[in-house]
């Protein structure tokens, strides 16, 4: 059973914007925001998998976006540096949630890959709207990757190519409803509807697929995994 982190986003909304999909014009609807979420929570409910809840703050709209708060290997919590000033007061509370399932450990980027001790590729991605790599990328069990290859550069495409087995190529369309940023338990992916060639390729592989829509959380630059952290993310360093 994988244990899985959310949070309710009862203090989620656009109050800022630091990414391109952000616009506080438009806005996030929050009963839909509400509904969205609470049919993600009931899906992941359904996959064998246990779910914690860290609770919402006031003031960190974006704390909903759990995957973001930093990595976990066994039983130790790499926290997040988060580059931009609204989201760092998130970093305290995370920290404190995790204090009681792992240690904390603040280490730098560039000591990551021996920590993890296994082989770690910094790739550049080149389209704003795709800033971070889950966004753009997403490994499947049976060694393959589902990816939008033009959110890479030429070097990270290559390297990419040369270290996944094989690579299922997303459309733009799909790619813009954020279809990478999806949650793979074993054969179940939860991932935002608008896919229907990737659904269809998936299912070819006979992958159980749970399309479900994030149209207010999209307005914000994530979908259902930057809304799931799984904890851990690996079991053991160089696994």
């Given at each position: ?12 909304g ?84 995790m ?22 590729i ?8 795709f ?39 997303v ?12 949650v ?21 592989r ?5 399309e ?16 799931t ?11």
């Amino acid at each position: 059973m994988r244990e899985l982190l959310l949070c309710p986003p009862d203090f989620y909304g656009i109050e800022y914007e630091i990414n391109p999909w952000m616009s506080r014009a438009r806005g996030a609807e929050a009963a839909l925001a509400q509904k969205q979420w609470k049919d993600l929570y009931a899906t992941l409910s359904k996959l064998d998998s246990k779910i914690d809840l860290i609770p919402p703050q006031p003031k960190l709209p974006d704390m909903v976006f759990t995957a973001n708060a930093g990595l976990t290997i066994g039983r130790k919590f790499i926290p997040s540096n988060f580059r931009h000033k609204e989201r760092a007061g998130e970093a305290p509370h995370f920290a404190r949630w995790m204090e009681d399932k792992f240690r904390s450990d603040i280490q730098s980027h560039r000591a990551i890959a021996n920590m993890l001790g296994c082989l770690v590729i910094s790739v550049e991605l080149v389209d704003a709207r795709f800033y971070h790599l889950d966004t753009c990328f997403c490994p499947l069990p049976d060694g393959t990757a589902v990816w939008f290859p033009a959110a890479f550069d030429e070097y990270g495409q290559r390297a990419i190519r040369e270290h996944v087995t094989e690579l299922i190529d997303v459309l733009p369309e799909e790619a813009m409803h954020f279809s990478c940023n999806a949650v793979v338990i074993e054969r179940e992916i939860v991932l935002p509807e608008g896919a229907p060639k990737l659904v269809a390729t998936l299912r070819d592989r006979l992958y159980r697929c749970h399309e479900l829509p994030m149209s207010e959380f999209i307005k914000a630059g994530g979908a259902c995994k930057c809304l799931t952290m799984f904890m851990p993310q690996r079991q053991h360093a160089g696994t």
